[in-house]
């Protein structure tokens, strides 16, 4: 199901968003210009990745630093970690995101 989340202007390049569908978090990151969604739950500590920062492609999570690809979810040091990354659609200057 896709889901209005937010616009491209809420969403700076090199910065991310927490947004919640339901009860779940999701990480809206704009990478470089490029609009990335993954889970917005760490999976290290439960660490709020909307929250966090941009890096190198890759959204931090602002407990205990770790990265993940915005674009595949993979954690930078161990790539068979990762988190759900999710599907996103601009339609004009309006970003959908395909939810479970």
Known sequence: ???KVGTVEQLPVDTVMEVMVGDQP??????????????????????PLGQGQ??????????????FDCATGEYDFDPSKRV??????LDGSDVYIQVP
Request: charged share 15%.
């Open 54 to 67: 941009i890096h190198n492609g890759c959204v931090v999570c602002p407990y205990h630093m770790w990265e």
């Open 84 to 89: 759900p990354v999710y599907e996103v659609r």
């Open 1 to 3: 199901m896709d889901i």
């Open 26 to 47: 999701y990480a809206i990151c704009n990478v470089g210009g490029t609009i990335r969604a993954v889970s917005g739950v760490c999976i290290h500590r439960g660490g």
